[in-house]
């Protein structure tokens, strides 16, 4: 018997992530590159993705969280691995035990760092948080220099790298994000200025990649473009990547409603005429959000239709009027089929969000599979 797989499943086709990454590559080189995994790798799935990342001997993993290293490290991944996110003192030692690149973002927290390092006989390996215009964290630029000095000091301390994040790289308008590469490359002619070494300075996201070049400094962080969608409608495409990921479901019931018969909760929806409808297993619960309701469409036999009524916690009603479907036909929820596609830009649009957040809300309980 096959594996027992629920009808609701993404699928990651990992020929387009290897592609991807590799025009990324080519296109950022001599620059090296980060993988950047967080949120269950945009929705592809975390482990299987790091496993490939591994496999096409990308330079670096980033993440935002620090459960997110640990499960990579308990699952056999040795690349070095950036945690991204804030931290509090009390995890120090765990980034330690688990090998862990730990993003330093202030004095307090590099002396915190450099303790916890001397008291466990190890060397933390650090990259410095630089804010050039983000306000999220990191020291500022205007303050960064005594920040670095603190940082030159630290003796259990290995600054291997130093980096800024973008504000809108994936904007038409590239002034702010000009300015802020400025500010922090001002902030990097500490090392020159002092004779030492820089460490790895990086800054560009996959905006930055496509739109700015000249912001590549030795290493790039790519996210949403490794898995093929580009992180604004605006911004210039200059490398062809393809989506990774569909989502897809099958239908379970099929009926047909008469007129003024509502459809689902709250009867928001009721035919005038007499149609046919497909119910199938995917709801807000899977990450399908409320707020498309009444908005989304889905592709049955390469044909868009409407989903009606409300989108309930795990099911969806869809509309096909007088088309025939059955028990067990594909339902495309995001992906193509022969000429048509739903892309993950228009579930962005129907639920007034952005393509980052429809994939990285597709809930674990929808199983991955690896084609
Ligand atoms: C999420 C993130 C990235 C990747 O951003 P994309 O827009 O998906 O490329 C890079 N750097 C940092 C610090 C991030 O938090």
């Known amino acids: 018997m096959d594996e027992i797989v629920r009808p609701t499943r993404v699928e990651v086709d990992l020929k387009q992530l290897v592609e991807n990454f590799r025009l990324i590559k080519h296109h950022s ?46 699952s056999g991944i040795t690349l070095p691995i950036l945690v991204m996110g804030g931290m509090l003192g009390n995890q120090i030692p765990v980034f330690l035990k688990y090998d862990l690149t730990i993003t330093a973002s202030s004095i307090d927290k590099l002396n915190q760092i450099d303790e916890a390092a001397a008291a466990m006989k190890m060397k933390a390996k650090v990259h410095l948080k630089i804010d050039t215009g983000m306000e999220r964290i990191g020291v500022h630029f205007y303050n960064a220099e005594k920040f670095l000095e603190a940082s030159v000091r630290c003796k259990n301390i290995f600054v291997e790298g130093i980096y800024s994040h973008f504000a809108s790289s994936d904007s038409s308008d590239l002034t702010f994000s ?23 300075r990086h800054i560009s996201n996959s905006g930055g990649i496509l739109q700015m070049p000249e912001a590549n400094l ?3 962080r790519p996210g949403i473009l490794l898995y093929g969608v580009y992180p604004s409608n605006e911004v210039k495409r200059t490398i062809t990547v393809k989506p990774t990921l569909s989502w897809k479901s099958h239908i379970v019931y099929f009926k047909a409603i008469k007129p003024g018969h509502p459809v689902s909760y709250n009867s928001t929806f009721t035919p005038d005429h007499l149609i046919r409808a497909v119910t199938v297993p995917v ?17 049955i036999h390469g044909k868009r239709y409407p989903v009606i009524g409300t989108i309930t916690m795990d099911q969806i009603v869809v509309n096909i009027e007088n088309d ?14 022969g000429k048509n596609s739903v892309t993950c830009e228009e579930l962005a649009n129907w639920a007034g969000t952005i393509p980052y957040e429809i994939l990285t809300n597709i809930n674990t309980r929808v199983p991955r599979i690896y084609k």
């Open 283 to 299: 709801g807000y619960g899977d990450g399908y959000f409320r707020s498309m309701s009444h908005k989304a469409e889905v592709l």
């Open 29 to 74: 080189t001599p620059s090296k590159v980060m993988a950047v995994l967080k949120a269950n790798a945009y929705g592809n799935g975390l482990i299987r993705v790091a496993q490939l990342m591994q496999e096409l001997k990308a330079d670096y993993l980033g993440v935002a969280v620090l459960e997110e290293g640990i499960l990579l490290r308990q």
């Open 218 to 220: 030795d290493l790039v």
């Open 324 to 337: 025939s479907a059955f028990n067990g036909d594909e339902v495309i929820l995001i992906g193509c089929d």
């Open 178 to 200: 000009k300015l802020q590469l400025e500010r922090f490359q001002e902030v990097l002619d500490f090392y020159s200025k002092n004779s030492i070494e820089p460490p790895i």
